[in-house]
């Protein structure tokens, strides 16, 4: 017996604005810039002081000390929340993002601040793994899976390829930097169109 349709959701730039709050954290904490000429954050993100762009190794620090102190800054996308909690009324939905286990319980209370009180599971890597491990313990009817990333489409495509791929980008600026990913069944960037568009996969 299969259980209830799934939702499989990312967070950031999907449910949360993060390229706006974490511009703010650059500037006030750390005296940087954060302008993407490509969406690859190191970049993107330059020393006011120097000038002097930064390292790949540097953007982990930088992403850590985010999510520790200024996570309470994201703000929903548009019509996320409302969009949710109409398909929370016949499927289940999970949050799986990338973020450190230590950042769970206030990812976890940041999103039930803002109305999505929701599991919430971290992962480190492409999210085909996870997706497939999902769908093994619950065994839904059919899975929907949303996030802005092209690369975990194409690895929910490889692990999980009976999957939903849905691409959305939340934010303008960087909408524009990302084409449409490959893997993905549908591009689209805003909730309510793609509440329509879910329903009608899951049918509910």
Excluded at 27 to 32: A, I, P, R, T
Excluded at 81 to 99: F, M, R, Y
Aim: charged content about 25%; glycine content about 6%.
């Amino acid at each position: 017996m299969t259980g209830r349709p799934l939702v499989i959701c990312d967070c950031d730039e999907v449910l949360m604005h993060f390229a706006a709050p974490f511009r703010g954290y650059l500037s006030d904490v750390h005296d940087m810039e954060l302008n993407f000429e490509s969406f690859s954050l190191s970049g993107s993100i330059r020393r006011r002081a120097c000038g002097s762009g930064i390292t790949q190794a540097d953007v982990e620090p930088l992403l850590d000390g985010f999510f520790e102190q200024w996570i309470d800054r994201q703000y929903p996308a548009a019509g996320a929340v409302e969009a949710l909690a109409t398909l929370a009324q016949g499927a289940d939905i999970v949050i799986l993002t990338n973020v450190k286990d230590m950042v769970r319980t206030r990812r976890g209370a940041e999103l039930a601040k803002h109305g999505m009180p929701y599991e919430v599971i971290c992962n480190r890597g492409p999210k085909g793994p996870p997706v497939a491990a999902l769908i093994a313990e619950r065994a839904p009817r059919t899975v929907v899976f949303v996030d802005d990333l092209p690369p975990h489409h194409g690895s929910v495509a490889k692990h999980a390829p009976e999957v939903h791929r849905l691409h959305m980008v939340a934010d303008p600026e960087l909408r524009a930097l990302i084409p449409a990913a490959p893997d993905a069944h549908a591009r689209i960037d805003d909730w309510p169109a793609a509440l329509d568009h879910i329903r009608r996969v899951l049918a509910v």
